[in-house]
């Protein structure tokens, strides 16, 4: 199985494991049945997948769904972030915030 490259993007990710693999974006796009201009443009940061896309490309690629669907949210955050000039202290604040709701959802 192969690693996720945390320095690289959740497209040029799935662009690696796909070449990796020796396969067209025509032949997975066929394969899980979308677009293949959609994954190009998914490859390529353009669209964001869904989770039931990320789900048939893992399944099809034979890739861990969970570290796939990590590496799109974890993208998903840093843009976040960018976008908004935000610190990077930013990140301690949001995991207090996950580990207090997830006490709230819980009823605890």
Not at 58 to 70: G, M, P, T, V
């Amino acid at each position: 199985m192969t690693t996720i490259k945390k320095t690289k993007s959740f497209g040029e990710h799935l662009r690696n494991l796909r070449e990796e693999a020796g396969m067209t974006l025509k032949f997975v796009s066929e394969q899980i049945g979308i677009d293949t201009s959609l994954l190009a443009k998914i490859e390529r940061n353009e669209r964001q997948p869904t989770k039931q896309i990320i789900k048939q490309v893992a399944e099809f690629l034979n890739f861990d769904e969970k570290e796939l669907q990590n590496d799109f949210l974890s993208d998903q955050i840093a843009y976040k972030i960018l976008d908004e000039e935000a610190d990077l202290s930013i990140l301690k604040v949001a995991e207090e915030k996950v580990k207090y709701l997830k006490t709230v959802q819980n009823g605890k």
